[in-house]
T-cell receptor
Framework: LAKTTQPISMDSYEGQEVNITCSHNNIATNDYITWYQQFPSQGPRFIIQGYKTKVTNEVASLFIPADRKSSTLSLPRVSLSDTAVYYCLVGDPAGNTGKLIFGQGTTLQVKP | EAEVAQSPRYKITEKSQAVAFWCDPISGHATLYWYRQILGQGPELLVQFQDESVVDDSQLPKDRFSAERLKGVDSTLKIQPAELGDSAMYLC???????????FGPGTRLTVT
């Protein structure tokens, strides 16, 4: 069962790029890496998912090194509305390596 | 945009009482999840359904919690009797297939007094 480790909290300022790193040393061959965002009193929202190298969508980029033991979520030019908790999850889309675990997440505080 | 519906949004109940939560997933989503989230922690998976079948309920306190998805569409999570430690946000999510992107509902905030 792949466990993830993230920083508990991070601070940033508006307009800066924010990088949140997640460690997953025992990631399995079939596991994907998925990031979710959660605002207070709301359910988590999918941000991005990747398997290796780099994935980019309209809101974020996900960087995964060759050994896949860590990954970095990159948020370009954050705004105050990006203040939220960010969760890194590791799991097999085919469901073969156990359930997904959210962990404690990283609380990002964006300041003006 | 299709959304996961949950009701009620808020529930206050006394300990030892029964309480039930309802979830209607996005149409066509075969996989349904119930999570419990205690304030300051990440969501914890309680039960996962694939259509009407339970595929994972290893973290469900089965002495007091039950969940069903009889027709493979909407689902009900029940707690009987409720305990003070059950106070939390109960989140429902659905996905097209197992481990695909999960869509979460707004949650039910339960307070047990």
């Amino acid at each position: 069962l792949a466990k993830t480790t993230q920083p508990i909290s991070m601070d940033s300022y508006e307009g800066q790029e924010v990088n949140i790193t997640c460690s997953h040393n025992n990631i399995a061959t079939n596991d994907y890496i998925t990031w979710y965002q959660q605002f207070p009193s709301q359910g988590p929202r999918f941000i991005i998912q990747g398997y290796k190298t780099k994935v980019t969508n309209e809101v974020a980029s996900l960087f995964i090194p060759a050994d896949r033991k860590s990954s970095t979520l990159s948020l370009p030019r954050v705004s105050l509305s990006d203040t939220a908790v960010y969760y890194c999850l590791v799991g097999d889309p085919a469901g073969n390596t156990g359930k997904l675990i959210f962990g404690q997440g990283t609380t990002l505080q964006v300041k003006p | 945009e299709a959304e996961v519906a949950q009701s009620p949004r808020y529930k206050i109940t006394e300990k030892s009482q029964a309480v039930a939560f309802w979830c209607d997933p996005i149409s066509g989503h075969a996989t349904l999840y119930w999570y419990r989230q205690i304030l300051g922690q990440g969501p914890e998976l309680l039960v996962q359904f694939q259509d009407e079948s339970v595929v994972d309920d290893s973290q469900l306190p089965k002495d007091r919690f039950s969940a069903e998805r009889l027709k493979g569409v909407d689902s009900t999570l029940k707690i009987q009797p409720a305990e003070l430690g059950d106070s939390a946000m109960y989140l429902c999510a659905s996905s097209l297939v197992d481990r695909d992107e999960q869509y979460f509902g707004p949650g039910t905030r339960l307070t047990v007094t």
